[in-house]
């Protein structure tokens, strides 16, 4: 599985728009994207998950540049509800294990 | 989508005594996975929990000290065995629950919070 790194942590202001970049260079072609959130004492929570391009839902969107080598996790306009750890996956998308990297930690403030 | 009871949500406990942690789950599952997530840090696969079949565990986890049962396809349990303080952890129960055909997303329990002292 290949193996992603995001930065440690990211601090913001309320209403301001929070981009997180993971990077993730031996993506193999049938690898997707998949972005969670994970707030203290729950379990993560799936946000988005991509292959190419860009994908918006109604929590986030995700930028996938056309080498796939990284994405680029959109939060617009953030709240103090969305502070938490934001968690990019790799994997096959075929229902099988994850593997969390680090995290970034996203502190919103008000 | 896939609701997952996890219990107990948080124990204390004392070294070298066992707690077995219950996962439930709303819909039939094929495979479950356990987690441990350590103060301060990720999540890291334990095993992963198949019907009918022996479970298999990843790199740095055993069978002796990680038991885990799978009875059916929506229930499963996971055994701290012989506790350590390094136990101290979150655990987690995770499913699949397919949405689109090309969409598959994983819901986690809330966890259960093991404190060893």
């Known amino acids: 599985l290949a193996k992603t790194t995001q930065p440690i942590s990211m601090d913001s202001y309320e209403g301001q728009e929070v981009n997180i970049t993971c990077s993730h260079n031996n993506i193999a072609t049938n690898d997707y994207i998949t972005w969670y959130q994970q707030f203290p004492s729950q379990g993560p929570r799936f946000i988005i998950q991509g292959y190419k391009t860009k994908v918006t839902n109604e929590v986030a969107s995700l930028f996938i540049p056309a080498d796939r080598k990284s994405s680029t996790l959109s939060l617009p306009r953030v709240s103090l509800s969305d502070t938490a750890v934001y968690y990019c996956l790799v994997d096959k998308n075929q229902g099988g294990k994850l593997i969390f990297g680090q995290g970034t930690e996203l502190s919103v403030k008000p | 989508s896939a609701v997952i009871s996890q219990k107990p949500s948080r124990d204390i406990c004392q070294r070298g005594t066992s707690l077995t942690i219950q996962c439930q789950v709303d819909?039939?599952?094929?495979?479950m996975f356990w987690y441990r997530q350590q103060p301060g840090q990720s999540l890291t696969l334990i095993a992963t929990a198949n019907q009918g079949s022996e479970a298999t565990y990843e790199s740095g986890f055993v069978i002796d000290k990680f038991p885990i049962s799978r009875p059916n396809l929506t229930f499963s349990t996971l055994t701290v065995s012989n506790m350590s303080p390094e136990d101290s952890s979150i655990y987690l129960c995770?499913?699949?629950?397919?949405?689109?055909?090309?969409?598959?997303?994983?819901?986690f329990g809330q966890g259960t919070r093991l404190t060893v002292v």
């Open positions: 995770s499913v699949y629950g397919g949405r689109e055909t090309y969409d598959t997303e994983a819901f």
């Open positions: 819909s039939q599952v094929t495979m």
